[in-house]
C-alpha cells in the first residue's frame, strides 16, 4: 500500500480553550462534520494546525480571583498489637477473601527474615486477614509477618491457613474472653462454611459483636491461643486499623487551632483511643487534605508546570529533591493528564527516605475533582469506560450519548476543585499542609468558565462518535485495514482519558505510539511526552537514586565503596533487563492537546482511518485491546457485514464465545467437587489497580468464589461447550451432526456423554475404543496440566469455549499441588463418560475419514463424520433408524 502523500506544512494558530470551542461550535453548527472531527481530534483547519494553551487561563493574572482551601482528614492506616478502637466491634466468623489488603497503601512493616535480617516490607505483600469492623467501612485486619517470603502467590491467607486461624486463633480467643457466651460461635471453620452456603452455592458469612470493654484485649488474646496451640506463624501477628474515604466529616480552616480540634473530634468520632497520639511508633499514618475552590464557582485546574514548586512547599523539601521526585522518567512519580491538556496534570508520587521532608510524608496526590461524576470501579478501571470490543460491536452509542449528556448537564453547576493529599505519620497531622499561602496557588493553577471546560470534552465526544458511526457504515474491506483499526482502538483510549487519567499500560502505550505525533526523545520538553518515559538515558547514579539506592558522596569513605559499586552494578543488571535501547522517537503532545497524527475522513476515504503508516500494534496489544487475534477481529467485521442464508438448526461453532452454563435442573444443585474440606483454596481473582485516587477496596470487590463452586461450574460448562463447539456438514445448507435442538443443547450433562445409543445425538460418527493412554492423552488435550505448554499455532474450537480460558487462566496462577488436585479429581469424573470427541492439541472435535474407526449409522464408510472415542470399559454402542 502507497504511504499517503505528505501533508503540506500548517501554519501554527494559537488558541486559548475557549476560543477553541467556539471553533469546534461553528464547524458543528454549519454541518461541516468532516472538518469539525478533524479540527476537534486533529486540531486542523483551514490550513492551520490549532496550538491549545490553557495557561491563557492561568490564575495569576486575575489577583481578584479568591481561592478559598479547606483542610480535612480523610483516612487513616495503623498497625499496632492492640486493637486501638474505643467501641464494640463487628467480628466476622470467616474472612472475606476481598477484603484482603493488596493495593499498595505505601507503608511499610519490618519483617525478620533468616538469611538477611530485619527488613522493611509494603504491608500489602504480607499475608492479611479481615477480621472484622467498626463504624461503616472501618476495617480491622490481622497481619502475620512470620508467613511473608517463600513461594506464595500473594498475600492472602490459603483456606488451610483460614482454618487454623479460626480454630486455634480468634474463636478460643473469643470464648477466652467472653466464655460461655461465645456458645453460638461455630465450632469448626467446615461447620461455618456449611451454614454459611446457601441452596445456590453462593455463602453469607455470619458476623459476631465484641463488646467495647473486650476489644483491647482480643489481640494479645489470639497471639496467645496460637501460641497455645502451636501455630508458629502467629507470633508477630500485628493489628492493622484502615478507616477510609470520610474526608467530608473533618472539615476545618487551614490553621493549626482548627486543625487541633478538627482532628481530636475526627478520632472521637471514629471511636479510636487517644493513646494512638501519644505513642512513639511510627505505624499509624493518616492523609491529610486540603481542598481549593475557586469563590467565582469555576473550574480550577492544576498546572503541570507547578507540580516541583507544590512539592517542594507541601513536603518542606529542597529544590533538587522536589525536581527529582517530579521528573518525567522517575520510578517516584506518575502524571495524570487532565482531559488530555499537557499543560494540566495531578500527579501521584512515593517520595522516599531522601525526599520525605519533616513531616515523613509516605505518599502524596494532587487531582481535580472534577473525575467524581464518572468514577465507577468496574474491572480494573476507575472510571466510566468503553472498550475496542464494544465499538466494534457496535454497543457505543448509548454509553456516547450518557456521556455526552452528563457533560452537558455539568456546564450548570459543577465546578472542579484541586486536591492536593499528603500520608504521613499520625504524629504530624496537625502540622502537614498548614504553611501554605494563597499566593501558592495563585501560581499553580488555571481556571475556566464551567461552560468552556465541560464543552472541550462535549465536543471530543461527539467527534469519536462521528467516526465510529462511520467506520461502521463502510465497506467490510476497508474497515480491516490496519489504519482504519487503529483509529478504532485509539477512539475508547482517548474517550476514557477525558474523565479519567490516561490509561499508559503496554498496550495503551503501543496506541501511542502508533496515532500520536513522534518527536526526537532528545532534549524533548518532558512536559509535552504523551507518558512517563526518559527524554535521555540514565546515568547508573541517577537510575538507583530513582530506586533509593544511591548513598550520599559525603557519607562515602573507603570501607562504602564496595557499597557504592554494588548500587552501581544493580543499575547495570537493570539496564540489561529493560531489553532493547529506547527507541529514537517517542509519541507526545506538541500543540498543548492531544491530537491523533493526520485524519483521513470524507472525500475519497468512505472510511475513517489514519494516515498510512507501516507502524503497527503487537499482536499482544491487538489481543489485549480486542480481545482477539486479527484474523479473528477481521473475520468478525466481515461476517458483521454479510448476512447468508443458512439451515437454521445448524450449530453456532463459530461464535466467539459458548454461552455461558445455566442450571436448569439438568445438573446436581450445589458443589459436586469436595477439595476445600482437605484445605485445598483458589487465589483471589488478580487486579490489577492504576489511579490518580485511591479508592475503597470495598469497591473493586468481586464476589467471592471458592475452589468447590468453581470446579462444579467448569465440569458443567465444560459438558455444555463440546456439543456448542460441535461440527457441521458442508454445505452451509446441511443438518448438524449434532441432532439436539437449540434448547435441547443448553440441557447437556454428564448423562449425554454416557448414553451409548449414538442415535440419540448423532446424524453420523466414527467410533472406536480408547487404550486407556488414549484417554488420558484426550482429557490433558482437555485439561492441560500444570506445566503443559500453552496452545499455539491454528487454533480450532478451544478459543470458543467458556471453560477452556477459565482453566487456563486457573492453572496459570493457582499452585502446582492445588492444580494437581483440581486435575485429579476432573481426570475421575472424565472416566464417568461413555464416549467423548477424540479430542487432539489443536482441536476438540475431528471429522475425517478414518479408516480404523467403526460406523453404526449405516452411511458411507469413507463420508466424514465427527470421531469420537468409547471409554474401554464400556459396551458395544447401538444406533436405532426411524
Not at 532534549?523 to 539506592?549: C, H, K, Q, V
Request: hydrophobic share 35%; aromatic share 8%.
Amino acid at each position: 500500500m502507497p504511504e499517503d502523500n505528505e501533508p503540506v506544512p500548517l501554519i501554527i494558530k494559537s488558541h486559548s480553550l475557549e476560543s477553541f470551542c467556539v471553533s469546534a461550535k461553528r464547524l458543528l453548527e454549519a454541518k461541516d462534520y468532516h472538518s469539525f472531527v478533524r479540527f476537534v481530534l486533529s486540531g486542523v483547519h483551514g490550513g492551520h494546525q490549532a496550538f491549545v494553551d490553557p495557561i491563557l487561563n492561568r490564575l495569576s493574572l486575575d489577583p481578584e480571583h479568591e481561592i478559598t482551601g479547606l483542610r480535612d482528614y480523610d483516612s487513616l492506616l495503623g498497625v499496632d498489637d492492640e486493637i486501638q478502637v474505643d467501641d464494640s466491634i463487628t467480628i466476622q466468623v470467616l474472612g472475606r477473601v476481598e477484603d484482603t489488603l493488596r493495593k499498595n497503601v505505601h507503608i511499610n512493616l519490618e519483617v525478620y527474615d533468616e538469611e538477611t535480617g530485619p527488613q522493611d516490607v509494603p504491608v500489602h505483600k504480607i499475608p492479611n486477614l479481615a477480621i472484622g469492623k467498626w463504624d461503616t467501612h472501618n476495617l480491622i485486619r490481622v497481619v502475620f509477618p512470620a508467613l511473608y517470603g517463600g513461594d506464595r502467590l500473594g498475600s492472602h491467607l490459603s483456606q488451610l491457613e483460614q482454618t487454623i486461624f479460626y480454630e486455634k486463633g480468634l474463636r478460643p480467643a473469643v470464648v477466652a474472653l467472653i466464655g460461655n457466651r461465645a456458645a453460638d460461635w461455630p465450632p469448626t471453620y467446615a461447620d461455618e462454611m456449611f451454614r454459611a452456603r446457601g441452596h445456590n452455592g453462593q455463602l453469607s458469612l455470619g458476623t459476631r459483636v465484641l463488646p467495647r470493654w473486650e476489644v483491647p484485649s482480643l489481640g494479645s488474646a489470639i497471639r496467645r491461643a496460637l501460641k497455645d496451640n502451636g501455630v508458629l506463624w502467629g507470633e508477630g501477628m500485628k493489628i492493622l486499623h484502615q478507616i477510609r474515604g470520610v474526608k467530608n466529616s473533618s472539615t476545618h480552616g487551614m490553621n493549626l487551632p482548627a486543625a487541633a480540634y478538627a482532628l481530636d473530634d475526627w478520632l472521637r468520632l471514629n471511636h479510636l483511643r487517644p493513646a494512638i497520639m501519644n505513642m512513639e511508633s511510627s505505624s499509624w499514618f493518616i492523609d491529610v487534605g486540603i481542598e481549593l475552590t475557586s469563590e467565582l464557582g469555576e473550574c480550577l485546574l492544576l498546572r503541570t508546570d507547578a507540580h516541583t514548586s507544590l512539592v517542594r512547599k507541601v513536603l518542606e523539601i529542597n529544590e533538587s529533591h522536589a525536581s527529582r521526585i517530579t521528573k518525567m522518567g522517575s520510578t517516584k512519580y506518575t502524571r495524570d493528564t487532565t482531559s488530555h491538556l499537557s499543560a494540566l496534570s495531578g500527579c501521584r508520587i512515593t517520595p522516599g527516605v531522601r525526599a520525605q521532608g519533616r513531616f515523613e510524608a509516605v505518599y502524596l496526590q494532587m487531582y481535580q475533582t472534577d473525575k467524581m461524576l464518572t468514577s465507577r470501579p468496574d474491572q480494573g478501571h476507575f472510571g466510566k469506560f468503553l472498550t475496542a470490543k464494544d465499538a466494534l460491536a457496535g454497543k457505543y452509542a448509548p454509553f456516547m450519548d450518557n456521556l455526552y449528556h452528563l457533560y452537558s448537564r455539568a456546564m450548570v453547576d459543577n465546578s472542579s476543585k484541586v486536591r492536593i493529599e499528603v500520608r504521613v505519620p499520625l504524629k504530624f497531622a496537625t502540622e502537614v499542609l498548614l504553611n501554605l499561602s494563597i499566593s501558592d496557588f495563585q501560581a499553580s493553577f488555571v481556571s475556566f468558565g464551567l461552560v468552556t471546560w465541560w464543552s472541550l470534552r462535549a465536543y471530543r465526544v461527539t467527534a469519536l462518535k462521528f467516526l465510529l458511526e462511520w467506520q461502521d457504515d463502510g465497506e467490510a474491506e476497508l474497515r480491516a485495514t490496519h489504519p482504519a483499526l487503529l483509529l478504532t482502538a485509539a477512539v475508547p483510549w482517548i474517550l476514557n482519558g477525558l474523565h479519567s487519567a490516561p490509561d499508559d499500560g503496554p498496550s495503551s502505550r503501543e496506541i501511542m505510539d502508533a496515532v500520536l505525533p513522534l518527536s526526537n526523545r532528545e532534549g524533548l520538553d518532558p512536559n509535552i511526552l504523551a507518558y512517563n518515559t526518559r527524554t535521555s538515558m540514565p546515568t547508573f547514579r541517577e537510575d538507583s537514586e530513582d530506586e533509593g539506592e544511591v548513598l550520599e558522596l559525603m557519607d562515602v569513605d573507603e570501607e562504602d565503596e564496595e557499597d557504592v559499586q554494588e548500587v552501581e552494578e544493580r543499575g547495570r543488571l537493570r539496564q540489561r533487563r529493560r531489553g532493547a535501547p529506547l527507541s529514537e522517537l517517542t509519541p507526545c503532545i506538541p500543540y498543548g492537546l492531544l491530537f491523533l497524527r493526520p485524519l483521513r475522513v470524507g472525500g475519497t476515504t468512505p472510511v475513517p482511518r489514519l494516515c498510512w503508516s507501516r507502524v503497527f500494534i503487537s499482536e499482544h496489544a491487538f489481543r489485549f485491546i480486542f480481545g482477539a487475534d486479527e484474523e479473528t477481529i477481521i473475520h468478525a467485521i466481515r461476517r458483521s457485514r454479510i448476512a447468508a442464508s443458512r439451515n437454521p438448526n445448524r450449530t453456532e461453532n463459530r461464535k466467539k464465545k459458548t454461552l455461558s452454563f445455566v442450571n436448569h435442573g439438568q445438573a446436581p444443585e450445589g458443589p459436586i467437587f469436595h477439595l476445600e474440606a482437605e484445605g485445598y483454596s483458589l487465589p483471589p481473582v488478580p487486579r490489577d489497580e492504576g489511579s490518580d485516587m485511591e479508592l475503597e477496596e470495598e469497591d473493586m470487590a468481586e464476589p467471592r468464589v471458592g475452589l468447590d463452586d468453581f470446579l462444579t461450574n467448569l465440569w458443567n460448562q465444560f459438558l455444555l461447550d463440546i456439543t456448542e463447539v460441535s461440527p457441521n456438514p458442508k454445505p452451509a445448507d446441511q443438518p448438524p451432526y449434532c441432532i439436539l435442538s437449540p434448547a435441547k443443547r443448553k440441557l447437556v450433562n454428564a448423562a449425554t456423554y454416557q448414553d451409548l445409543c449414538l442415535s440419540n445425538y448423532f446424524t453420523d460418527v466414527q467410533w472406536k475404543y480408547a487404550e486407556p493412554s488414549d484417554w488420558v492423552f484426550t482429557f490433558d488435550h482437555l485439561f492441560p496440566p500444570k506445566n503443559a505448554k500453552v496452545k499455539t499455532g491454528k487454533i480450532q474450537n478451544y478459543l470458543q469455549t467458556t471453560y477452556y480460558s477459565k482453566w487456563e487462566s486457573m492453572r496459570a496462577r493457582t499452585d502446582a499441588e492445588t492444580v494437581k488436585k483440581m486435575h485429579k479429581n476432573l481426570f475421575l469424573r472424565f472416566c464417568q463418560l461413555s464416549w467423548f470427541p477424540a479430542a487432539q492439541a489443536n482441536r476438540i472435535w475431528w471429522t475425517k475419514v478414518d479408516r480404523r474407526s467403526s460406523k453404526s449409522s449405516g452411511l458411507s464408510p469413507n463420508s466424514p463424520a465427527p470421531r469420537i472415542l468409547l471409554h474401554p470399559d464400556v459396551q458395544v454402542p447401538t444406533w436405532q433408524w426411524d
